[in-house]
């Protein structure tokens, strides 16, 4: 029974090992989104032409999108760390 649970374990920290590098991945991304609206802003000058407000919209959007989703995968894979803590 312990080598059946030990093999959950290992295969538990592979996917752990393989989610931390989406993250990353996520996180780089995220930064870009944040880089890009800098440059839309400054590139624009504030302008409030409306083809700037929804490029600068979407990119916020997004950027709290992509921030839900990483702070969810985080949360749930530490729900499945304290399991397979506790296995």
């Given at each position: 029974?312990?080598g059946?649970?030990?093999?959950?374990?290992?295969?538990l920290?592979e996917?752990?090992?393989?989610t931390e590098e989406?993250a990353?991945q996520?996180?780089?991304?995220?930064?870009?989104?944040?880089?890009?609206q800098?440059?839309?802003?400054?590139?624009?000058?504030?302008?409030?032409?409306?083809?700037?407000?929804?490029?600068?919209?979407?990119?916020?959007?997004?950027?709290?999108?992509?921030?839900m989703?990483?702070?969810s995968?985080?949360?749930?894979?530490?729900?499945?760390?304290?399991?397979?803590?506790?296995?």
């Open positions: 029974m312990s059946t649970i030990a093999d959950v374990k290992a295969q920290d996917a752990f090992r393989r989406v990353g996520l996180e780089g991304a995220l930064s870009m989104l944040e880089e890009a800098a440059m839309v802003i400054a590139a624009t000058d504030g302008s409030e032409h409306r083809a700037v407000e929804q490029l600068t919209s979407a990119l916020v959007e997004t950027r709290d999108t992509l921030q989703s990483l702070a995968l985080g949360s749930a894979v530490q729900e499945v760390r304290d399991y397979r803590d506790g296995l």
